[in-house]
């Protein structure tokens, strides 16, 4: 069975723009969540969507949305990019019925 | 919000020693998860426990859940050089509501391991 996938693996944008990251959870798992991991403060979750609804949001300003789709895709997007959006933005899926989350490589974040 | 200290930060040892580390909370967690981190890797789970006083093996790789739900143990035997990487407790909350979908994992600061062949 095939891993969680991300797209893209690398970004580098520049202050102002917006960015969106994609992840495939793996077949069967309805859950996604997304944290975003840096040296300074480590991994912390942005949010977990579960058959396309949000049910939980870490403490992250409104800049940082997400959706989910009908195939349990989902997206990540970040507007108005600052300096500290700079980092490792993984995505963990689950089936939904128990608490294991699986990691996907990750997309590293740049910017500039 | 609920946060783990995770300890020690790093170590450094010789190959075939065992290791310990372990991360501690002042919550009570309904279920501890322990990952490895690979440079530019998402973390891999290793293993997950669900019970108070659970002891749980994986290979060379033995965690336990704490009696108190407040803590978590993981030891690694005789350790090899490909055993390097950041190792990360990983915890969900007793208090977090849970109704089949809901599910915030609060990480520990993880513990960077190097093994000297």
């Known amino acids: 069975k095939a891993g969680v996938t991300q797209t893209p693996r690398y970004l580098i944008k520049t202050r102002g723009q917006q960015v969106t990251l994609s992840c495939s959870p793996i077949?069967?798992?309805?859950?996604v969540s997304w944290y975003q991991q840096t040296p300074g403060q480590g991994l912390q979750f942005l949010f977990e969507?579960?058959?396309?609804?949000?049910?939980n949001k870490g403490n992250f300003p409104g800049r940082f949305s997400g959706r989910q789709f009908s195939n349990s895709r989902s997206e990540m997007n970040v507007s108005t990019l600052e300096l500290g959006d700079s980092a490792l933005y993984l995505c963990?899926?689950?089936?939904?019925?128990?608490?294991?989350?699986?990691f996907g490589p990750g997309t590293r974040l740049t910017v500039l | 919000g609920q946060q783990l200290n995770q300890s020690p930060q790093s170590m450094f040892i010789q190959e075939g020693e065992d290791v310990s580390m372990n991360c501690t909370s002042s919550?009570?967690?309904?279920?501890w998860l322990w990952y490895k981190q690979d440079p530019g890797e998402g973390p891999v789970l290793l293993i997950a426990?669900?019970?108070?006083?659970e002891l749980t093996s994986n290979g060379r790789l033995t965690a336990q859940f704490g009696i108190t739900r407040k803590d978590s143990f993981l030891n690694i035997s005789a350790s090899i050089p490909s055993d390097v990487g950041i190792y990360f407790c990983?915890?969900?909350?007793?208090?977090?509501?849970?109704?089949?979908?809901?599910?915030?994992?609060?990480f520990g600061g993880g513990t960077r391991l190097m093994v000297k062949p």
């Open positions: 919550s009570i967690f309904n279920t």
């Open positions: 963990a899926s689950r089936t939904g019925s128990v608490d294991e989350q699986f």
């Open positions: 969507y579960f058959s396309e609804t949000q049910r």
């Open positions: 077949s069967g798992h309805r859950s």
């Open positions: 990983a915890g969900l909350a007793a208090t977090f509501e849970y109704n089949n979908a809901g599910n915030m994992l609060t």
């Open positions: 426990l669900y019970k108070a006083g």
